[in-house]
C-alpha cells in the first residue's frame, strides 16, 4: 500500500520518547512511525529538517461562546485560532455561549448553529447547573465530554452549584462514565472579599487579585475533592493556579479518589505583575499569581503533578475589555490564549526550565484525549490514532502580534510576546489546516467528536 503522506526527517515526540525520524500516513490515520531518515515510498514526501513533529494539541478547555455570543469569537474564528497554535482537537465550554449548553435540546440547537464552522475537531462540555441532574443523561448520550460546573459565579447566564448539586452531579458522574469539571473558587469568601474591598471605592488592578487569593481556591478545590472521594464520582478541576490546590489533587489520588487536575499556560506565563501592567486582557478568574507561587505551579507541572494543560480560551469584545482600563471591576475576565498555549509553554517550559517534550506531550495531547474518552483516536501518534500532527520549529524566535490572532478580536495578553517555538503546520486527519500563516481548509473541515 502506498502512503498518502511521509512527513520525514523530524524529531518525532511521543509522551514515551523522542526520536529522530517520521509519520506514515494513509486515509487519515498514523499507520507508522519510522526511526532515522529512510525512504518510505508516499504520495507526498515533506522533509521537516529536524523540526519537532508531535500530536497535535487537544485543548480541553475553550470558550468560543457561539450560539448567542459569536460575535465575542465563534467556532470560525476560533477554530482558525487554534489550527494556528497546533491545536487538533477543542473540547468547548458549554458557557459562555446562549442558551448554555445544559440538557440535550440546547446542546443539538448548538450544533445545529456551529457545524460547517470550525477547522479542526471539535467536542463538547455538557453544563451541570442548579437545577439540572435529570439532564445529565441526556447530554452523556449525545456524547458531552464532561459536565462542567461553577462553585463560584460564573458572571454569565450559566448558574453556579452548590454542595448539592456538585454531591448528585459527581454521582451521576459515576453512574455515566462522565466527568464533572469545576471552577473552584469559594463563592462565599470571594464575593465578601470583593464587597469589602469595593466598599472603600478601590478600582485598581490589585483589587481583583486580593478579592479572589489563593485560599479562597484551595477551600474550594478541598470540597470538590471531599465530595468525589465521597461519591466515587470523576472530578477535573480547570485551571488550578496554586501548588497547594495541585498537592490536595496528588494527596487525593493516593488515596484512591478519581480525580485530575488542570491548570493554563497563563498562570505559568504570567503573574500578578503582568497583569497590574498589561491591565484588563490579562484579567482572568482565578487571577494571575504572584511570582513565588508560579515559581511553585512550575515545580508541579515539572514533577509531572498536573494532569492537563488547556488555554481557557475566554475571549469577548475590545469595549468589554477596554472599560476596565482604569475600573478593573468593569472587564471582561478571560484571555485570549488558544494560539499562543503551544508557544507560551514551549519558551517558559520547555526553553527556560528544561520541561522535556514528552512531558509536554503528555499534558496537552496525550492525557487531555486519555480524560475525556477521545484516547487513542486523539492525543497520539501511534498508529492507528488519527494523524494530527503539528510541526513546530523549537529555535525560532518571534513576536506575536496582535494583527496575526485569527480570533475576532485583535487583543490578547500574550500580544507583542516574543515566544521561542513556533507552529509552522497543522494536520488534521492528515490534511494540513494551516501552514506558515495561512488556514489551507473551508470552515466545516473540522468534524464533531464523542465521548
Ligand atoms: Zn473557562
Redesign the pocket.
Known amino acids: 500500500m502506498q502512503a498518502d503522506l511521509y512527513i520525514k526527517n523530524g524529531l518525532v515526540v511521543t509522551e514515551e520518547a523522542t526520536f529522530h525520524g517520521g509519520v506514515v500516513v494513509a486515509d487519515g490515520k498514523i499507520v507508522e512511525l519510522v526511526a532515522g531518515n529512510i525512504d518510505v515510498a508516499a504520495k507526498e514526501t515533506i522533509d521537516v529538517n529536524g523540526k519537532a513533529v508531535l500530536p497535535g494539541i487537544v485543548d480541553d478547555?475553550v470558550?468560543f461562546n457561539e450560539p448567542g455570543r459569536e460575535h465575542w469569537e465563534g467556532y470560525e474564528a476560533g477554530s482558525k485560532a487554534a489550527a494556528a497554535g497546533g491545536v487538533t482537537t477543542f473540547m468547548e465550554?458549554p458557557l459562555n455561549a446562549t442558551p448554555p449548553s445544559i440538557d440535550r435540546d440546547k446542546l443539538i440547537h448548538k450544533r445545529e448553529a456551529i457545524k460547517n464552522k470550525s477547522v479542526v475537531d471539535y467536542a463538547h462540555w455538557g453544563g451541570l447547573v442548579d437545577n439540572n441532574l435529570d439532564e445529565l443523561e441526556g447530554l452523556h448520550e449525545e456524547g458531552v465530554i464532561g459536565f462542567k460546573s461553577f462553585m463560584s459565579e460564573s458572571g454569565v447566564d450559566f448558574k453556579r452549584i452548590d454542595d448539592d448539586m456538585l454531591y448528585g452531579g459527581l454521582v451521576k458522574s459515576r453512574e455515566l462514565g462522565n466527568v464533572v469539571g469545576v471552577?473552584a473558587e469559594s463563592e462565599h469568601v470571594t464575593r465578601f472579599l470583593a464587597e469589602q474591598i469595593q466598599a472603600t471605592g478601590r478600582i485598581d488592578r490589585n483589587a481583583w487579585s486580593e478579592s479572589r487569593p489563593p485560599a479562597a481556591e484551595l477551600e474550594a478545590d478541598k470540597r470538590a475533592i471531599y465530595w468525589a472521594k465521597v461519591t466515587g464520582g470523576n472530578l477535573h478541576i480547570?485551571?488550578v493556579t496554586i501548588a497547594e490546590g495541585i498537592h490536595a489533587v496528588d494527596q487525593a489520588k493516593r488515596e484512591g479518589v478519581n480525580v485530575t487536575v488542570e491548570t493554563c499556560p497563563h498562570y505559568l506565563f504570567f503573574d500578578n505583575d503582568d497583569f497590574v501592567r498589561i491591565g484588563p486582557a490579562a484579567k482572568c478568574a482565578p487571577p494571575l499569581r504572584v511570582r513565588e507561587e508560579v515559581e511553585k505551579l512550575w515545580e508541579c507541572v515539572l514533577a509531572g503533578m498536573v494532569d492537563t494543560i488547556a488555554s481557557?480560551h475566554?475571549p469577548c469584545p475590545t469595549a468589554d475589555k477596554v472599560k476596565g482600563n482604569d475600573n478593573i471591576w468593569q472587564a471582561w475576565g478571560?484571555i485570549t490564549g488558544v494560539q499562543a498555549m503551544l508557544p507560551a509553554m514551549l519558551t517558559e517550559g520547555v526553553h527556560k526550565r528544561g520541561m522535556s517534550l514528552s512531558l509536554l506531550v503528555k499534558l496537552m495531547c496525550t492525557n487531555p484525549a486519555r480524560i475525556f474518552g477521545l484516547y487513542p483516536q486523539k492525543g497520539s501518534l501511534l498508529p492507528g490514532s488519527d494523524a494530527d500532527i503539528a510541526i513546530v520549529d523549537l529555535n525560532k524566535t518571534w513576536t506575536l502580534a496582535a494583527e496575526d490572532l485569527f480570533s475576532l478580536h485583535k487583543q490578547s495578553a500574550y500580544a507583542g510576546y516574543t515566544f521561542q517555538g513556533q507552529v509552522e503546520r497543522t494536520f488534521v486527519r492528515g490534511t494540513a489546516v494551516y501552514e506558515n500563516g495561512q488556514i489551507k481548509v473551508e470552515p466545516g473541515y473540522g468534524n464533531l467528536l464523542r465521548r
Do not use: E, N, R, Y
Request: proline letters at 0%; hydrophobic letters at 20%; glycine letters at 12%.
Open positions: 478547555h470558550h465550554m471552577h480547570v485551571h481557557d475566554s478571560g
